[in-house]
């Protein structure tokens, strides 16, 4: 259980994997909200919603999760929000893109079951409060 309670967003085009997702991390003390796609999480950010963590997916249709994170970087949205890259997109090149825009951390998928996603989260989450 977190210690303290986070506000996350979870952000992915597959409604079956956020239903899961917000699941998951509410069991585990969260205060979860999900976006079905890119203009979703732009719509609650720009509206003054303000996570402690971003989950954003790369391959959406539209603003994918790079793009995404690219925005929310240019227009100061969730400023203080550590922000996990959560995908299927394993390549050295999408890690260091999202590296490069300020992600905390990069999980795939398809290498981490959904228990194993929160854990992971909560422990980058708890160190980056710790800074």
């Keep these: 259980m977190a210690e303290k309670k986070y506000k996350i967003l979870i952000v992915d085009d597959d409604k079956f994997l956020l239903t899961m997702y ?3 991390f509410k069991k585990h003390g ?3 909200v999900s976006s ?3 203009n979703d ?3 609650k950010l720009r509206g003054g919603f303000s996570p402690d963590i971003l989950v954003l997916d790369i391959i959406m249709p539209g603003v994918d999760g790079l ?3 690219s925005i929310i970087r ?3 949205l969730a400023p203080d929000a550590v922000v996990i890259m959560l995908t299927n997109q ?3 090149e999408e890690i260091e893109k999202a590296k490069s825009l300020g992600a905390n951390s990069y999980i795939v998928k398809a290498t981490s079951i959904p228990s194993e996603v929160v854990e992971e989260v909560l422990k980058i989450a708890e160190s980056n ?3």
Excluded: C
């Design 22 to 24: 917000v699941m998951k």
């Design 30 to 32: 969260f205060d979860a």
């Design 36 to 38: 079905v796609g890119s």
């Design 41 to 43: 999480a732009l719509e």
């Design 67 to 69: 793009e995404l994170l």
């Design 74 to 76: 240019k227009e100061k």
């Design 90 to 92: 394993g390549g050295s």
């Design 129 to 131: 409060s710790k800074k």
